[in-house]
């Protein structure tokens, strides 16, 4: 059973910089994308950033040259590492993991406030 546990969100100051992780379990991770999607109150959920299971990064235009997306096959983890935060950026972030089907952890709250 896939199972996937986020980490490191919170409160943060406009221009600051937040590192999520999601550690996974349950399966060879090393076929799966990993990682990550948001949703603001009111919205949609949202794709923040991916690496493909060949290592390949992807990006919503939104977070481009600001966040930095990275991997560990060999403990299958997920990292997100934020920087120059806009309270635009505020929103529970959800790790993903996706092979055939996608799993979702529980999610973790950012919220980027003066």
């Known amino acids: 059973q896939v199972q996937l546990v986020e980490s490191g969100g919170g409160l943060v100051q406009p221009g600051g910089s937040l590192r999520l992780s999601c550690a996974a379990s349950g399966s060879d991770f090393r076929l799966y994308a990993m990682g990550w999607y948001r949703q603001a109150p009111g919205k949609r959920r949202e794709l923040v950033a991916t690496?493909?299971?060949?290592?390949?990064?992807i990006y919503a235009d939104s977070v481009k040259g600001r966040f930095t997306i990275s991997r560990d096959n060999a403990k299958n983890t997920v990292a997100l590492q934020m920087s120059s935060l806009e309270p635009e950026d505020t929103a529970v972030y959800y790790c993903?993991?996706?092979?055939?089907?996608?799993?979702w952890g529980q999610g973790t709250q950012v919220t980027v406030s003066s």
């Open positions: 690496v493909t299971s060949g290592g390949s990064p």
């Open positions: 993903n993991v996706q092979h055939i089907r996608a799993y």
